[in-house]
């Protein structure tokens, strides 16, 4: 999707995608994954409330996210104060254990994510359409660190029945863009994402832990 595609979502409230509960997903992984006091970085981060969550938890954390309306939203409705500073392409917006960069996934790179110990993808890889999937996933590859494990939330639904986003994402394309690098372990399938309940959409949970590095 265009950069545009997504400033004009957030400027419309065009967000259905916004939970406004924690992803029930992340509380009862995120032990798999990380440990209170780590950093888990998350991709596409939106003004998620998982985030809150997670600090409230003791974790750390990193997003990224390309609408500065997102982030300036999740700062003010938890009362967040924060300092904002230009980086190069991104503008960091940090805060008490939290940093979150304002700016394209893309310009994100191996430095940003040294300190992460697991990563999570909730609505991320799915707001994505095919060809950019397969960028993203190998961009992400490329910027984490080899120890990172990943707890990853994909989207599900028939054929042709939702044009997108969020795009269907089946197993094997999990398999397909992870699999080389990670041992995969599928979690049973959620009714859910937040289509107002539509049992034909259901969300369904990986944990992505890396192979034995050399
Ligand atoms: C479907 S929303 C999901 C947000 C969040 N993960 C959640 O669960 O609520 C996807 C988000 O990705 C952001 N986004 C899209 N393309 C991006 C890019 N190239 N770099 C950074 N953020 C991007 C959008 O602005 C949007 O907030």
Known sequence: MEHEFWHERWQKREIGFHRHDVHPLLTANIHQVATPGTTVFLPLCGKSLDMHWLLEQGY?????????????EFFAEHNIPYQAEKEGPLVAYRAEGLCIYQGDFFELTEAHLHAI???????????????????????????????????????????GYWKG???AVSTDEIMASYKAS??????PLLPGFTLG???????????????AVD
Request: charge should be negative.
């Open 60 to 72: 750390r954390v990193i997003g990224i996210e390309l609408s500065e309306m997102a982030i300036k």
């Open 197 to 211: 309940g539509d049992a034909n959409v259901t969300e369904r949970g990986y944990i992505l832990s890396p192979k």
């Open 165 to 167: 986003p969020p795009f």
């Open 182 to 187: 990670y041992a995969i372990e599928i979690l």
């Open 117 to 159: 110990s697991a990563w999570y993808d909730r609505a991320a890889m799915v707001a994505l359409p095919p060809t950019m999937r397969a960028k993203y996933a190998a961009h992400l590859q490329e910027i984490l660190p080899a120890t990172a494990k990943g707890l990853l939330v994909m989207v599900e639904y028939p054929d």
